[in-house]
């Protein structure tokens, strides 16, 4: 059993920056594809990035590539989710969610979940 735990979110103005950050408390962290999804009101979950286990690659959203970048320290336990240019559709929950070496970017393939960490984006 893996218990995710996000941190990180907030309130930022359009333009602006923050990095989540989901620590893993349990678990062999380092054998689990990472991903970050996120819900906004009204909206469906939807992928966001995630890195794979074990060559580390990354995958993005379309919304989001060349802004937001995923990072994981073994080490640490975390998963980071580097988030630049934010602008008002970036607003949603976010979520971490760890699974096995083959899921790819549907929420069904992952099997832990954090309890998401909220990101506002005002203008």
Known sequence: QVQ???????LVQTGGSLRLACVASAGTFSSYT???????????????ARINWPADLTFYADSVRGRFTISRDNAKN???LHMNNLNLEDTA?????????????????????????QVTVSS
């Not at 995710?4 to 907030?10: A, D, F, I, Q, T």
């Not at 760890?98 to 309890?115: F, I």
């Open 4 to 10: 995710l735990v996000e941190s990180g979110g907030g």
């Open 34 to 48: 990472l991903g970050w999804f996120r819900q906004a009101p009204g909206k469906e979950r939807e992928f966001v």
């Open 78 to 80: 975390t998963v980071y």
């Open 93 to 117: 929950v976010y979520y971490c969610a760890a699974g096995g070496p083959l899921v790819a970017s549907s929420s069904y393939e992952y099997d832990y979940w954090g309890q998401g960490t």
